[in-house]
């Protein structure tokens, strides 16, 4: 079976947008996951370390003091806790 596609059809046009990249910081994190961050009030900017920011994000995430969507910092939360386990684990 032949299939007819376009492979630009495939991909998102903000792909690059979900890309990880080192920050000034010496974070990687994606242009998506700062705006995630920044949408949530957090300024990635002054975290050194990712377990600083998952620490910070796990307290604002156990808190009763928001009241907006946090699905998608929960979701960047398990992401970069995900990474930081796979970066820091000897295989």
Do not use: A, W
Not at 64 to 86: M, Q
Request: avoid cysteine; charge should be negative; proline fraction near 1%.
């Amino acid at each position: 079976m032949k299939n007819d596609f376009e492979f630009e059809q495939l991909i998102p046009k903000n792909l690059r947008s979900y890309v990880s990249e080192r920050r000034e910081n010496g974070l990687f994190l994606s242009d998506y996951q700062i705006s995630v961050l920044v949408s949530h009030g957090f300024s990635y900017q002054k975290y050194t370390s990712i377990k600083e920011l998952l620490f910070d994000i796990d307290t604002y995430l156990n808190s009763d003091s928001f009241l907006d969507d946090i699905d998608s910092l929960d979701l960047l939360s398990r992401e970069l806790s995900e990474r930081e386990y796979y970066s820091n684990t000897n295989h």
